[in-house]
């Protein structure tokens, strides 16, 4: 037994992946941060996990080298054995045990360093704010032809027509997946997706998510065959150069992008311009003034953020954290939305307010796996967002009375659809 000191464990039975709590998720986060910052709820893959409510206390997390992104990185595991995880979770193989899904452990997300140090800095020059600003004028050309085709229609669902497209578009670019083959970034991603909800959910996904990754291991080899001046070509280069990273490692890393790339995006667009349609001063201070574009990006990142939690990390001994004893193996999670709105670092914290400056919203995390896309996605923010208000300055919800439908799973926040009027 270790010698940590341990308060009772604090446990509750909300379900942080269900539908129910992401329609409203404040109440409960509000009573969480004031009264109980650390709990164990029902989480999905790992059967419980703690959760953070507090600002300082998901910083720390977040920063804490006890905690690790791969699970055989845990103290005294078997490295034979599949990963046993406490409290009835369901077992994740680990890496090199077989199982499909086992290359999908092997992207910089799941690892710790040397090789996520190694894995993010091949990616790592595709995604500088240098190299990211160049794609501005592409961004507001893609932008541009998605509002022409809408113009035509007097009301459309925004997620479907705009907020999805123009991220799928972009990383399609950037990674050189060919126009004809986007509709399975869109499916396999939102297959991968429900992987991380409920066991039934993850039995009807898991033929898309093999189908999904069959179609990279093609691409690749296409691409392999006849390289082109994206950043696939670029990491293959990498691979064939000097074994920089293996098979598995370089569809992870393709699968990660791919995904990363624009669910996380299309949630910034919808939660954003659902925010300002419910804020119609926000939205017109907006309009008039396109120099907020930048912090106004900031704020809707901070307030309707795109991912509600971190991904798991996992005690690698038994340690505490934040006065509470964490077993070995067990996982922990920041939540973002929560420490979002932490009163003591955020005056006013359930106000909107596009100018807020300072921000230090956590929206794309800390330390070493902070957002290695949020360069890209700022600059689709500060240029989506505005390109809609100003072409359409009569947009609002088709039906303000009618409550919006918010997406049940874990990690992301984002709206099934966004119904507007334009007209
Ligand atoms: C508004 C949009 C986005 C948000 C809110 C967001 C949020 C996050 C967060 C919170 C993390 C860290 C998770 C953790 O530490 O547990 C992360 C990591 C990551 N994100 Fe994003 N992301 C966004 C867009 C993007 C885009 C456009 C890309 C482009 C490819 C991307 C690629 C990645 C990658 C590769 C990682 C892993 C970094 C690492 O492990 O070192 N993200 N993102």
Redesign the pocket.
Known sequence: MSAVAARPPNREQIRIAARSFKQDPHPVLDRWRASAPMVQVPAPLVGRAWVLSRHPDVVAL?KDPRLVKDRTNVDGRDPTDPLAVPDGGRPIRRRGSGGPLAPLLTG??DRDDPD?ARL?RL?QAA?TPRRIELLAGRIGQIADGLLDGLARQGRFDLIGAYALPL?VVV?SEMLGVPEAERAWVVRGSKALIALGQAPWSMALALPSVLVFMQRIRSLIARRRADPGDDVLSALIAAQDGGGALDDDELLAMVV??LS??HE??TN?IGNGVAALLAHPQARDQLVADRSLAAPAIEEL?RFA???ET??FRYARADIEVAGTLVRRGEAVLGL?GSANRDETVFDRPHQLDLARTPNRHL???MG???????P??RLEGAIAIPALLERFPRLRLADPSGGLRWRPGLVLRGLERLPVCID
């Open positions: 977040l910089m997300l996520h993010r990616a995604f991220p990383i990660l992008l990363a790339g996380t995006t910034l990142l953020p795109p991912v971190t991904t973002i929206t794309f995390g070493g796996h902070y957002c290695l896309g949020a890209l996605a």
